[in-house]
C-alpha cells in the first residue's frame, strides 16, 4: 500500500493563480481530511469528506474547494491565489467504522508558496 | 467548537531525561484523544492515543494520562534519545462525528 499520495511536493504560484492539489489514498479509508499547517500555528481543518459524494466545510475554508467524486481520491482546488495561502498542507485519510480506529493517515505534504 | 490548548511550544532536554507535554480541551463531550509525532519534511504520524473510558496508556517509553475532570491530558516520554526529536501534536475528537481538533504542537529538541 502506497498509502495517501499527495502532488505536487512543491509549487511557487502568482497572485491570482489557480491550482490544484491532487490527493488519493488506497486503504479504502471512507474520510478523508485537508488540512494547512502554518509555523506555530498547528495543523487546521480546510475541509473534510466522510465518503464520496459528500464534503464539509471546516474551519478555514475560505479560498478553496474540494471535491470527492470517488473513495479514493479527495483534491484541493485553490482559486485566486492570495500570499496568505502560502503554507504545508496536509491530506489525510481515516477509517470510521465499527472498529472505531480513529487514526489519521497524512500524506507527505505539499509546500505552496504564493508570490 | 472544540479548542485544544498546548504547552510548551518548545521543549528542549538532555538525553536521558523526560519530556512532558500537555493538553487541555474544551468540550466535555470529547472522548478520543490521540498523539502525532511529526518528523522533518513528513506528515504526522500517530504514536499513541487514548479513549476517554481509560486514565492512563503506556507504550514503551511513551505514555498518555488523561484527566476529564480537568479536561487535560498529558504525553510522557521517558529515556528520551536524539531520534525523539520532532514536533508533537495532540488531538481531541468525539464519537460519532471524528472530526479532530489539534493543538499548535511542541517541539521537542533532545540534545545528544
Known amino acids: 500500500n502506497a498509502g495517501v499520495t499527495q502532488t505536487p511536493k512543491f509549487r511557487i504560484l502568482k497572485i491570482g493563480q489557480s491550482m490544484t492539489l491532487q490527493c488519493t489514498q488506497d486503504m479504502n479509508h471512507n474520510y478523508m481530511y485537508w488540512y494547512r499547517q502554518d509555523p506555530g500555528m498547528g495543523l487546521k481543518l480546510i475541509y473534510y469528506s466522510v465518503g464520496a459524494g459528500i464534503t464539509d466545510k471546516g474551519e478555514v475554508p475560505n479560498g478553496y474547494n474540494v471535491s470527492r467524486s470517488t473513495t479514493e481520491d479527495f483534491p484541493l482546488r485553490l482559486e485566486l491565489a492570495a500570499p496568505s495561502q502560502t503554507s504545508v498542507y496536509f491530506c489525510?485519510?481515516?477509517?470510521?467504522?465499527?472498529?472505531?480506529?480513529?487514526?489519521?493517515?497524512f500524506g507527505e505534504g505539499s509546500r505552496l508558496t504564493v508570490l | 467548537g472544540e479548542n485544544v490548548e498546548q504547552h510548551p511550544s518548545t521543549l528542549s532536554v538532555q538525553e536521558g531525561d523526560s519530556a512532558v507535554i500537555k493538553c487541555t480541551y474544551s468540550d466535555s463531550a470529547s472522548n478520543y484523544f490521540p498523539w502525532y509525532k511529526q518528523e522533518l519534511g513528513k506528515g504526522p504520524q500517530l504514536i499513541i492515543d487514548?479513549?476517554?473510558?481509560?486514565g492512563e496508556k503506556k507504550d514503551q517509553r511513551i505514555a498518555v494520562t488523561l484527566n476529564k475532570t480537568a479536561k487535560h491530558f498529558s504525553l510522557h516520554i521517558t529515556e528520551t534519545q536524539p531520534e525523539d526529536s520532532a514536533v508533537y501534536f495532540c488531538?481531541?475528537?468525539?464519537?460519532?462525528?471524528?472530526?479532530?481538533?489539534f493543538g499548535r504542537g511542541t517541539s521537542l529538541i533532545v540534545h545528544p
Open positions: 488531538a481531541a475528537s468525539k464519537g460519532g462525528s471524528y472530526i479532530p481538533t
Open positions: 487514548i479513549r476517554s473510558n481509560v
Open positions: 489525510a485519510s481515516s477509517y470510521m467504522g465499527l472498529a472505531l480506529t480513529g487514526e489519521l493517515f
